[in-house]
């Protein structure tokens, strides 16, 4: 193993570059420069102060990078040499030149950041902050909220070492979170708070209770809820309230269905926008008054409370059972908390959505913390509520109201400051029993020791214990009791580098040097893997296989990562990574022109929820890498399928569908988070698309424009003017100093022409899903590659990555998920580990498990 | 997932004259600190330059920003209407730049705007800002050091950078974006939860600041350099520790928040603005801090970048700034961006101290690090206040294109800071703005 660090370390060091590294100096820039530059800034001449054969040619050590940058950009936009000079370079001389010297900057900037292709010491994301604080403390709250936004590396990685700055606000913030964190569990109260607890039996709000009927007729109008929005009913049941002289809860119902044996109410899941007919008609706020669904009005199943204890676990119970609808329709369960904020302004969220099969009655339990929900009103006397839905959507399927599926509830129970013990069960997994209870600075070792190796994530030493323990003595005697004592020490642990950092230290001193490659132990090792795959702390299996000393074994690794692919946690994987690889963030960037479309913009958190869940379900069912490229399936829920016409598709939350090719799905490139993301929000954009495409699939990223050059030549005088944006790049290209660099990005974005800016398709010379204004366009999705391979259409572009380009896209998927489980940019001597796995990947199918497992296996990983 | 998304309804906006103050603090600490005269500073930027109408275009006053004519008998374009009220008060400058950074692509301006550092040189290192060169001296006395702000948060990334401030190592100081957070920070009433936190803080920073080093001595050299973040950090909070224990006897001012609306965002451009000029006004009116910037937009596609909806317009900032013949939609704009300096200007006018009005004891420096579209020279720069500290206005003051900015700096540091001979790539100073 030595021996091929030993030659990787030395073909990273060969490979330092500079202007002057080698031949490219001498061979390539100097005989340009002579030729071209020296007669006017040279010995003889210095115009402007320049004299460019005494540059110092070193970009990195050298004082003279910034006037290099210069000459480039100026001989890049053909300002230099002038045209009344008389040697003109030719443009392929001048393309030479530009590339040369383009590519030196690079591999300066490489140099400049360059770690030696070594993990450095990073301080955990905000979402793995979050994430850590939740699994160490056993509580799911929103942490990390009010930290700093953080900012991503060149690649798109938020967990890049170099672009996670620590500040005093940093630690500021850290210190403050973790108190308030520990003391919610630590300093709660010694009484077991009292619940306030409501259950609701709808079928009080059908009241009097129907007489027999006999006609059809009747029944129906029976079955009817009696009473309009806005009033409510007083719970005259089960209910609990802490404080008397608060106003008691109100229940209220409208558009519900009284259940055939009157025993409960039935919920149509049917939205606003489920109108029967046009599957793709536009939204509608309210229906008709009918009262039954069938007009698109949302049945609503409500229950106000006053002053309700916001800020504790909340358990939902409800006894319910699934009427089907046509073709195995089922109707979805969904509540959310909330509360007013004004006459009719509400926020709420929302806490579970699950689909319900059984037709028998079944009670179904949830518990969830107030503190995650928007349940406090910030307006004195607003009721805080609990709503439920059916969330089944008609969607693009055509079903009738009466062959929707319906939940059919036979009652509700809330209870607020729910606690099945007390102490809770966090405050006990600190404050564990031991025999020692009674003896207190023996117990407060105990308890900090335990914390502190969870924490840390790794055994601690007795002199780490010893300093925290004197520091606790230290505190004692200032603080109100032993609790509030080891709520400050603990908060010492959480502001710790050993916690907030994920650090590799070795065992002894160091001097200032660089360190000796090693491989990684077993702890150091078990936290890399939840990090990577689960964007938090290890597990108890993970630490419990670090403390046998079996982690890093291979066949053991290999068993853990399927685990922890199988485990939910996984989804912190698929979430992080591919919003950071597909830049999801790019969607909430951008706005989309109201002259153009008519458009919600929460919809946009569907775009990004697609390829969040595409990701993820490759990675689940183990599908190979291809699928990125293209796919028969689509991951859909109703409203998505609405937007991307795709009919028969019914439903609640994104599943996978089957899609036939009339339709124009499959793979990354044609999700509306892509072709939206990178567009102008109105028309198309195919520099950003092609951008996008060499960029996060190709790995290929094009050179950044020269400067004082605008995005696209600015229409002036009447004829540019009046050009469409297709029209304008084509002008742009005839620029010279533009061609050279759009030849080789623009053929990528073309083929994208098929999708306008939401990323619907379109074709011919009409886009129908925009505004009357705007819908003559002439669609051309036919482009030329620079090297000469032509493309008729997006399909063949598809075709062409995934044969001509399978291995360039296959290694740029490696070295994308390689840069985001290491942390840090991917450097030269990462190339032999890279290339290993593409060789593996190749072998097994593709797979995308296969990507993540040999990443794991491989020695970057392995190694400090 | 929304089912029903109403929005929220916005509060009427703050009136021009901020909130009410309780004044008995005020004046006791003004008996308390009479010795030292106040010295104050903050910097502001806005984003991606300002619309240029040649000399003798017909709409040259209508759309321009730079003033017509030099000196004392200058014309105002219409676009600074709103501050001309102060025209005693108020330079506008010319002309100025960064040399360093004249040749490159825009975009990078708030990097470098008050650093003066060649981050092309140095790739993205960088140096101390002015603010925070000046806040070592100015802050002593204070509950904050500096209050940093942006519209977009943090710090970004290096050439798009979301903050102003840098500190003696050239690294980025995040900036705070949430009114209510930058509120509750200065202003929130100390509960008990905090006062038991700060009897403990410097122990448990101190035993953090130990551990830390210990960590240290077990890394490799790259690893070290990371660290050194962290601990500088931990030190920088070890000395803001101590200084909330000397303030600790002292109430924190009470301000009413109820006036100020705390939950605004940038997606309402006018409200956000107004309340993070009125947070500005408040700490340096309250003395909580003497030294603030405040970076109104990040030159990023992002909501800051929406900003023209607040005058109706559906255009980008960034697209606004391209347009080179038909100004009226860009000026319409930065007429608005005006504005809200503007008031804040007049805010700090309005309040009147032991020696002056808090503007006469505040030098405002707001500007931009581009002027037409993305060219990265003659910065618009407009200078105001600062009276007490020998600043003298009512001119427009053109400079040639090979004085540094930086020169600017060097006057302002020996003005309110300590004896400056240089800072970053000056070469003189500027005395034509001193009395």
């Given amino acids: 193993m030595t021996n091929s660090f030993g030659t990787s370390l030395l073909a990273f060091l060969v490979s330092i570059p500079a202007v002057a590294s080698a031949g490219n100096y001498e061979t390539e820039i100097r005989p340009f420069l002579t030729k071209y530059c020296v007669s006017c800034h040279g010995p003889n001449k210095q115009k402007a102060d320049l004299r460019l054969d005494k540059l110092d040619p070193d970009l990195i050590n050298g004082s003279d990078a910034d006037m290099w940058q210069e000459v480039l950009d100026l001989i890049n936009i053909s300002e230099m040499p002038p045209k009344e000079a008389s040697a003109q370079p030719k443009r392929s001389e001048r393309q030479f030149i530009v590339d040369a010297l383009t590519l030196s900057f690079r591999q300066a900037m490489e140099a400049r950041r360059s770690t030696g292709g070594r993990n450095v010491i990073r301080r955990l994301t905000a979402y793995e902050y979050n994430n850590t604080l939740r699994d160490l403390l056993s509580l799911d709250l929103q942490y990390a909220v009010d930290l700093p936004p953080e900012g991503s590396a060149k690649e798109g990685f938020k967990n890049n070492s170099s672009v996670l700055g620590t500040s005093a606000l940093h630690i500021e913030y850290f210190e403050r979170i973790a108190r308030s964190a520990l003391e919610r569990i630590i300093l709660a109260p010694t009484e077991q708070p009292t619940p306030y607890f409501v259950r609701v039996e709808p079928e009080l709000a059908f009241k009097p209770e129907p007489a027999p009927v006999t006609t059809e007729n009747q029944k129906k109008k029976q079955r009817k809820p009696k009473r309009r929005p806005g009033s409510g009913y007083d719970i005259k049941g089960d209910h609990f309230v802490p404080d008397k002289s608060v106003r008691g809860p109100l229940f209220r119902i409208d558009h519900g269905e009284r259940s055939t044996d009157g025993s409960g109410v039935l919920l149509a899941g049917n939205r606003p926008s489920d109108k029967v007919g046009d599957p793709f008609a536009a939204d509608r706020k309210i229906g008709g008054s009918q009262g039954d669904g069938r007009s698109g009005y949302q049945p609503e199943f409500r229950v106000e409370m006053y002053e309700v204890p916001h800020d504790a676990p909340v358990l939902v119970r409800v006894q319910l059972s699934a009427v089907p609808g046509k073709d195995d329709a089922y109707p979805r369960l969904s509540f959310e908390l909330g509360s007013f904020r004004g006459a009719n302004v509400s926020d709420q969220k929302e806490a579970a959505n699950i689909e319900i099969r059984s037709t028998e009655p079944k009670v179904y339990e949830f518990v969830v913390h107030g503190a995650n929900f928007p349940f406090q009103s910030n307006k004195p006397g607003r009721p805080s509520y609990f709503r439920i839905f059916n969330d089944y959507r008609r969607g693009t399927s055509h079903l009738t109201y009466e062959e929707l599926p319906k939940l059919n509830i036979d009652w509700v129970e809330i209870k607020c400051n729910h606690y099945d013990a007390w102490p809770s069960p966090q405050k006990k997994a600190i404050f564990f029993d031991s025999e020692h209870r009674n003896d207190e600075p023996v117990y407060a070792r105990e308890v900090i020791a335990r914390f502190m190796t969870r924490a840390y994530r790794r055994p601690v030493s007795d002199a780490e214990v010893d300093r925290k323990t004197a520091l606790f003595r230290k505190l004692r005697t200032q603080e109100a009791s032993f609790e509030a004592t080891i709520v400050s020490t603990l908060t010492a642990v959480l502001c710790s580098s050993n916690f907030l950092l994920l650090s590799e230290p070795e065992a002894t001193v160091v001097q200032d040097v660089a360190t000796e490659r090693r491989l990684l132990n077993d702890y150091e090792l078990a936290s890399r893997l939840s990090y990577f795959l689960w964007s938090s702390m290890p597990d108890e299996t993970l630490f419990e296989l670090a403390s046998k000393e079996q982690l890093h074994k291979s066949n053991v690794l290999l068993a853990q990562v399927r685990r922890m692919i199988a485990d939910p946690k996984s989804e912190g994987f698929s979430r992080n990574f591919a919003s950071q690889w597909l830049d999801l963030a790019g969607i909430h960037r951008l706005a989309v022109n109201p002259e153009y479309f008519d458009f919600k913009e929460k919809d946009k958190g569907l775009f990004e929820e697609e390829s969040i869940q595409f990701v993820h379900q490759v990675l689940k069912s183990n599908l190979g890498i291809d699928t990125f490229i293209d796919s028969e399936f689509a991951m859909l829920n109703p409203a998505l399928a609405k937007h991307y016409r795709i009919p028969g598709i019914g439903g609640g939350s994104f599943q996978q569908h089957a899609i036939s090719k009339e339709y124009h799905r499959g793979g990354l490139m044609t999700q509306a988070s892509m072709l939206f993301g990178n567009s102008t929000g109105s028309e198309t954009h195919p520099i950003k698309r092609g951008v996008w495409v060499l960029e996060r699939l190709l790995d290929d990223p094009p050179a950044p424009p020269p400067p004082n050059v605008p995005d696209l030549p600015e229409p002036e005088g009447k004829d540019l003017a009046n050009l469409s944006l297709k029209e304008r790049l084509v002008e742009h290209a005839q620029v010279e100093s533009c061609r050279d660099c759009h030849a080789k990005i623009d053929p990528w974005g073309v083929p994208f022409e098929n999708y306008n800016a939401l990323g619907q398709w379109r074709e011919g010379s009409s886009d129908p899903l925009v505004h009357k204004a705007h819908q003559a366009v002439n669609i051309d999705p036919s482009t030329q590659l620079k090297n000469g391979k032509r493309i008729q259409n997006l399909d063949d572009l598809k075709k062409y990555i995934l044969t001509e380009k399978k291995s360039q896209f296959r290694t740029a998927v490696v070295r994308k998920v390689m840069a985001y489980g290491l942390g840090r940019y991917l450097e030269f001597s990462d190339r032999p580990a890279v290339d290993a796995i593409c060789e593996t990947v190749g072998k097994e199918n593709d797979s995308f498990q296969t990507v993540i497992e040999q990443i794991v296996l491989s020695e970057p990983f392995l190694t400090k | ?435």
């Fill in chain 2, 1 to 435: 997932m929304n089912h029903k998304s109403w929005h929220l309804s916005r509060r009427t906006v703050l009136k021009s004259a901020g909130v009410s103050l309780a004044l008995p603090w005020l004046e006791c600490m003004a008996a308390d600190k009479k010795a030292a005269p106040k010295k104050r500073f903050f910097a502001g930027y806005f984003a991606y330059g300002v619309p240029m109408p040649e000399d003798d275009a017909a709409d040259r006053m209508d759309h321009g920003w730079f003033p017509l004519g030099e000196g004392k008998g200058y014309q105002a374009p219409a676009m600074h209407a709103s501050i001309m009220p102060l025209r005693e008060k108020v330079t506008f400058l010319s002309g100025l730049s960064h040399p360093a950074m004249r040749g490159t692509s825009a975009h990078k301006g708030a990097d470098y705007f008050l650093t003066g550092a060649n981050i092309l040189k140095t790739y993205d290192k960088q140096s101390i800002s002015i603010d925070q060169y000046l806040a070592k001296s100015l802050s002593k006395d204070t509950r904050f050091k500096s209050l940093v702000m942006s519209s977009f948060g943090g710090v970004n990334r290096p050439y798009r950078s979301s903050t102003l401030s840098f500190d003696r190592s050239g690294r980025p100081i995040p900036a705070q974006n949430n009114p209510a957070e930058i509120f509750r920070r200065m202003f929130g009433e100390v509960t008990d939860s905090e006062k038991n936190a700060l009897a403990s803080r410097g122990s448990i920073i101190d035993e953090v600041l130990n551990e830390a080093k210990d960590l240290n001595r077990r890394l490799g050299k790259t690893d070290k350099a990371k660290m050194d973040e962290f601990l500088t950090s931990v030190r920088e909070v070890e000395r803001m520790t101590e200084r909330s224990v000397q303030w600790q006897s002292t109430p924190k001012p009470k301000v009413d928040s109820s006036k100020l609306e705390l939950d605004a965002d940038p997606t309402s451009p006018r409200e956000y603005l107004t309340v993070m000029y009125e947070l500005l006004a408040l700490a340096l009116q309250t003395d909580t801090t003497r030294v603030a910037t405040f970076q109104t937009a990040c030159e990023e596609a992002g909501l800051t970048d929406r900003f023209p909806s607040a005058v109706g317009l559906a255009n980008s900032s960034h697209k606004l700034s391209h347009e080179k013949k038909n100004y009226a939609d860009v000026a319409a704009y930065i007429t608005f961006l005006n504005e809200m300096h503007a008031g804040f200007i007049k805010r700090l006018d309005s309040v009147q101290e032991e020696d002056g009005t808090l503007l006469d004891n505040t030098l405002c420096f707001y500007g931009c690090a581009t002027s037409k579209t993305h060219r990265a020279i003659n910065y618009p720069i407009i200078l105001s206040g600062g009276k007490n500290m020998g600043f003298q206005h009512g001119a427009h003051l053109h400079y040639g294109e090979n004085v540094p900015l930086s020169n600017l700096f060097v006057t302002i540091g020996n003005q309110l800071g300590g004896r400056t001979a240089k800072f970053a790539d000056s070469t003189a100073d500027i005395t034509e703005v001193l009395a």
